[in-house]
T-cell receptor
């Protein structure tokens, strides 16, 4: 158990819809990262938040957005869903975002299926 | 542009023998490298890491070797056990910038250890 909690574990929805994925980081971790793993792909970095503020952005689509709340949990919002958005979405946390640990602790992921 | 490559999609070894998983990278800015293990329906779990100032790091049965001139790293597992059967991801992090936790992952190698 990494200490990172993601909900829901599975989600099936239709094209054009909007979903929200939720992540609670490990206790005390200030940084939250979102990664996407599509079929037969490695994990792709989407976005990072540190203590409520956006810190880094990867190849995140404009239809996707994220935020980190004062209690440090984070949500990833996916809108106008397309078939190609079907993937595993992982959340990870780490203790610091600077010269500290780069060892991320991942949640179990949210599997999104768009039909 | 795939900056981290794991050219072997799969590897099969006998229990007790050595498993060697390889990873190549292209970005000279990478200065920290990690290996993650992933079981089905679970998130990636941190295994071992190495800084670019070292060429070897050992943790129990797991050893990571880094050859900076060749931009190559490898993970050795000795002796291999059936419980090591999983997908192994190589990941890299670059110095500088705003996010040390922005990891670039390889595609993964499926390791199967036969009893």
């Amino acid at each position: 158990d990494s200490g990172v909690t993601q909900t829901p574990k599975h989600l099936i929805t239709a094209t054009g819809q909007r979903v929200t994925l939720r992540c609670s980081p490990r206790s005390g971790d200030l940084s939250v990262y979102w990664y996407q793993q599509s079929l037969d792909q490695g994990l792709q970095f989407l976005i990072q938040y540190y203590n409520g503020e956006e810190r880094a952005k990867g190849n995140i689509l404009e239809r996707f957005s994220a935020q980190q709340f004062p209690d440090l949990h984070s949500e990833l919002n996916l809108s106008s869903l397309e078939l190609g958005d079907s993937a595993l979405y992982f959340c990870a946390s780490s203790a610091t975002s600077g010269l500290g640990s780069r060892e991320l602790f991942f949640g179990e992921g949210s599997r999104l299926t768009v039909l | 542009d795939q900056q981290v490559k794991q050219n072997s999609p799969s590897l099969s070894v006998q229990e007790g023998r050595i498993s060697i998983l390889n990873c190549d990278y292209t970005n000279s800015m990478f200065d920290y490298f990690l290996w993650y293990k992933k079981y089905p329906a679970e998130g990636p779990t941190f295994l071992i890491s190495i800084s670019s100032i070292k060429d070897k790091n050992e943790d129990g049965r797991f050893t990571v070797f880094l050859n900076k001139s060749a931009k190559h790293l490898s993970l050795h597992i000795v002796p291999s056990q059936p419980g090591d059967s999983a997908v192994y991801f190589c990941a890299a992090s670059a110095a500088g910038g705003t996010s040390y936790g922005k990891l670039t992952f390889g595609q993964g190698t499926i390791l199967t250890v036969h009893p």
